[in-house]
C-alpha cells in the first residue's frame, strides 16, 4: 500500500507560480506511474499530468501544456509539479495519484490509478 501526502498548495496571483509535492510512503513509488489530477468546484476531476517509471516520459492536459512541469525523484520518494504561469481558471484541488504499473508508459485515465492523496488547494486571483 502507498500512501501519498500533497503540499505547496496556497494562493498566488495571476501569473505567479507554485510547485506542488507529493511524498509516497509505504513503498517506493519506483514500479509506480504517477500522476495530478484537479477538481474545481462543481466539475469532475481531471487529468492534469502523468509520468512514467523512469521519468523518462511525460504527457500533459492541452490547458497546462507549456506552463505545468511533472517531475519525480524516486530516490526521495517523491513527486513534483511544478506550475508556472498561472491562471484563475487553474484554481482547483490537486490530487496526487499512483498505479502500479508493469509496463514503463505514461497513465491519463482516472479510473486507472489506485492510491490517491488527500489534495492540496490552488487558488489563484485575477
Known amino acids: 500500500q502507498v500512501q501519498l501526502v500533497e503540499s505547496g498548495g496556497g494562493s498566488v496571483q495571476a501569473g505567479g507560480s507554485l510547485r506542488l509535492s507529493c511524498a509516497a510512503s509505504?513503498?517506493?513509488?519506483?514500479?509506480?506511474?504517477m500522476g495530478w489530477f484537479r477538481q474545481a468546484p462543481g466539475k469532475e476531476r481531471e487529468f492534469v499530468a502523468g509520468?512514467?517509471?523512469?521519468?523518462?516520459?511525460?504527457d500533459y492536459a492541452d490547458s497546462v501544456k507549456g506552463r505545468f512541469t511533472i517531475s519525480r525523484d524516486n530516490a526521495k520518494n517523491t513527486v513534483y509539479l511544478q506550475m508556472n504561469s498561472l491562471k484563475p481558471e487553474d484554481t482547483a484541488v490537486y490530487y496526487c495519484?499512483?498505479?502500479?504499473?508493469?509496463?514503463?508508459?505514461?497513465?491519463?485515465?482516472?479510473?486507472?490509478?489506485?492510491?490517491w492523496g488527500q489534495g492540496t488547494q490552488v487558488t489563484v486571483s485575477a
Open positions: 495519484a499512483a498505479r502500479f504499473s508493469g509496463v514503463d508508459r505514461v497513465v491519463v485515465t482516472l479510473l486507472s490509478y489506485r492510491y
Open positions: 509505504g513503498r517506493t513509488i519506483s514500479p509506480y506511474a
Open positions: 509520468i512514467n517509471l523512469s521519468g523518462s516520459n511525460t
